[in-house]
């Protein structure tokens, strides 16, 4: 790969982009495990079970995603500052120090597994809280990484220009840090326990990571589309005054079923439903500056995907979220597949997409700043397959995941009265089980997409990077 | 086209205003925060205190507020041993560890939380597959220690791997399993039929 344009931040970014996409393909994997245990559940039985499987399908996703992030961020920032980053080999060295720790703890996931009821177990083995399943010593070197993260972001920014973009990210990545605080302590008392453990997953999900793709996406359209800095920053505050305006107490959508006082309901119920709002905002946003400039494009992959990105978030995060979230209709999908398709359209949409848009950036800058336009000399078949295959492959597991929690919730949770044997009646029905084939054809079609998805940002225009070092063609 | 910008449009209004509405939010959250600690701590109305495995748990329905909520009854201790509030507090934290241990919440949901691949575990104490008051704990008992061989699927294929548990990390898992069915979930799991038991009062 030719990579001597790139700046120092770009060089580092390229190394978190490629453990993410390697993390993507085993989250990928670890979810056609999972979804064939649904199928058959003697399937590896009793060695690598599903509680084993689903852990790192979810933590390989997290981690990706946060890869993908940490990545954007060192690719847009020397530009953004106009001035080379504070402390980069620190900054390479917390790369190699996390992605050191990931690896072992996907090893010890897989081969130690679980461990007896101790703080050994906790500390070293599996932590046992969903989503932040890593033992409690990575948590502290995810931590300091993130904190040297951190450090180069804003040491970077102080050193060269403050943008509006600047100051939303670095404040952004300051609470991002520290919400993750929040969920390094036990606790006995699963109340409290879980009051915590959703400021870390909500506060992440539904407000820290959408802001952080709100700049993503704003710089990410001003690199594509050339669209004004004003307006892309405009519309950032915008985007941060609804997403932190809803999203904040939105949390309380959390908090109707775990113990809390039952206030939480009307807070909750409310603020969550006005979380797509945001949303909506950025769809406009995107759409009107693409007509604005007539869609015309330096790199028709990664606007692709940010559009995607636009309508996934919308639809994913907000319609699907809204579907369950006032406390009437949670009190019967709370905790079915419901959560589950909501889940695998969000994430992708919302986060999955514009991380890809940032792969496909990375791409045309490491093969010499080329376009990447409609002249790609394939036509850019593989790019336009893999959007297609795997949206195609992630709306289809959502709808069929949707049909399963429909059944779940009628017959397990209404008719039955959510008992064990409600459970398994739902399980075993007919529609629940069609749901999960479903599922699974439509998880092989995200799989051939994302094997495209590689193939393409190994390639995509090598071949014209070629041909401009032999001065055939023009940049 | 003119460049007037209006007030409502532009840069420095919508700065100022995606600060005080993150600050206002966020500062409302913690005085939330700061009611809700209080009110789920162990020993508040929402949350018994761990000695509640001494007694007999129902869960029934409240007619001022419309669902279902935890009753707690006479003694009925655990395994038919009475604890101090310590030991109970030392029982029920090993059945914590045990659980997260063994990455119960990679299958089951608690509190309706986790993943979906097996039973919610909230009101799993109450549940009326342990078939009457008298055997339950044995039964528990005998479906941790072998969950393979002892499975309760009701029909499902789908059974739980022998997760190694001792004895002792199993009963205390049940205790685990029997305080957390007295905490106060605003009636989630609705209409739950509770297991055969003596009265509660």
Redesign the interface.
């Known amino acids: 790969m030719n990579s001597i344009s790139l700046n120092g931040g770009q060089k580092l970014a390229i190394k978190y982009f490629s453990v993410a996409v390697a993390l993507f393909v085993a989250q990928i994997l670890f979810g056609l495990l999972s979804g064939i245990?649904?199928l058959a559940?003697?399937f590896l039985?009793?060695v690598l079970?599903?509680?084993?499987t689903?852990?790192v399908h979810i933590n390989a996703m997290v981690v990706w995603l946060l890869y993908g992030f940490i990545g954007s961020v060192y690719w847009l920032l020397e530009e953004e500052s106009q001035t080379e980053i504070s402390g980069l080999w620190l900054g390479n060295a917390a790369f190699w120090v996390l992605t050191s720790a990931v690896a072992v703890v996907v090893v010890v996931f897989l081969l130690v597994?679980?461990?007896?009821?101790?703080?050994f177990?906790?500390w070293f083995?599996?932590?046992?809280?969903?989503y932040i399943?890593a033992p409690r010593w990575a948590d502290i070197g995810i931590v300091v990484c993130l904190s040297i993260f951190l450090y180069n972001v804003a040491a970077t920014f102080n050193k060269g220009r403050w943008s509006?973009i600047a100051g939303?990210l670095t404040l952004d990545l300051v609470a991002l840090a520290g919400i993750y605080l929040a969920g390094m302590f036990y606790t006995?008392?699963?109340?409290?326990d879980?009051?915590w453990?959703w400021w870390v997953i909500h506060l992440w999900v539904e407000a820290t990571w959408e802001v952080l793709v709100g700049c993503i996406m704003a710089w990410g359209l001003m690199k594509t589309l050339k669209v004004d800095r004003?307006i892309v920053?405009?519309w950032l505050?915008?985007e941060?005054?609804l997403m932190?305006?809803s999203g904040?107490?939105g949390?309380g959508h959390?908090?109707?079923?775990?113990?809390?006082?039952?206030y939480?309901?009307s807070?909750g119920g409310f603020f969550s439903a006005l979380e797509p709002v945001p949303l909506v905002a950025m769809v406009v946003h995107a759409v009107y500056d693409s007509g604005v400039r007539h869609m015309k494009s330096s790199n028709n992959p990664a606007f692709a995907w940010l559009i995607a990105h636009a309508f996934g978030n919308f639809f994913g995060a907000g319609v699907w979220g809204f579907m369950h979230t006032l406390p009437q209709i949670n009190?019967?999908t709370?905790?079915?597949?419901w959560?589950?398709s909501h889940g695998h359209l969000a994430f992708f949409g919302a986060y999955a997409t514009i991380v890809i848009a940032m792969f496909y950036i990375a791409a045309q800058y490491a093969r010499g700043k080329q376009q990447l336009g409609d002249d790609l000399p394939d036509r850019g078949w593989k790019w336009k397959w893999a959007l297609g295959l795997l949206n195609l492959g992630v709306v289809g597991m959502t709808v069929a995941l949707l049909i399963s929690g429909y059944e779940?919730s009628f017959i397990e949770?209404?008719q039955e009265?959510?008992?064990?044997?409600g459970?398994?009646?739902a399980?075993?029905h007919p529609w629940f089980i069609q749901g999960m084939e479903w599922r699974m054809v439509f998880g092989s079609v995200t799989a051939i997409g994302i094997v495209l998805l590689v193939w393409d940002l190994f390639t995509i225009g090598k071949q014209k990077a070629i041909k401009v070092k032999a001065g055939i063609v023009q940049t | 086209m003119t460049n007037v910008v209006f007030w409502w449009s532009s840069e420095s209004f919508w700065k100022k205003t995606a600060i005080w509405v993150t600050a206002f939010m966020f500062i409302v959250l913690i005085v939330l925060t700061l009611d809700s600690l209080p009110k789920i701590s162990v020993g508040s109305e929402h949350v018994p205190a761990y000695s509640v495995i001494n007694h007999r748990i129902g869960y029934e329905f409240d007619k001022t507020r419309n669902i279902q909520a935890p009753v707690i009854g006479p003694e009925a201790p655990l395994f038919g041993k009475k604890l101090s509030e310590k030991d109970a507090e030392a029982l029920v934290t090993h059945g914590k560890k045990v659980i997260q241990g063994r990455n119960c919440m990679g299958c089951h949901t608690l509190l309706g939380n986790g993943s979906y691949f097996a039973p919610d575990l909230t009101k799993s104490w109450l549940d009326p597959g342990w078939g009457s008051e008298g055997i339950r704990e044995e039964l528990m008992l005998d479906f941790l220690l072998n969950p393979t061989d002892n499975a309760r699927s009701f029909g499902s294929d789908r059974t739980m791997p022998n997760l190694h548990l001792t004895e002792r990390e199993a009963k205390a898992v049940i205790a685990y399993l029997k305080w957390m069915s007295s905490i106060d979930t605003n009636g989630f799991p609705y209409n739950f039929p509770v297991i055969e038991q003596e009265a509660l009062q």
Do not use: C, M
């Open positions: 245990q649904y559940p003697g039985h009793g079970d599903f509680n084993i689903r852990t597994q679980t461990g007896p009821g101790d703080d177990t906790r083995v599996n932590e046992g809280r969903e399943e509006g939303v006995t008392n699963i109340s409290v879980q009051y453990w004003k920053t405009t505050y915008i941060v005054a932190f305006g904040i107490l949390l959390h908090y109707f079923w775990i113990g809390t006082p039952e939480w309901l807070i009190l019967y709370h905790g079915t597949q959560s589950a779940q949770r209404a009265g959510s008992t064990w044997y459970y398994f009646a399980q075993v």
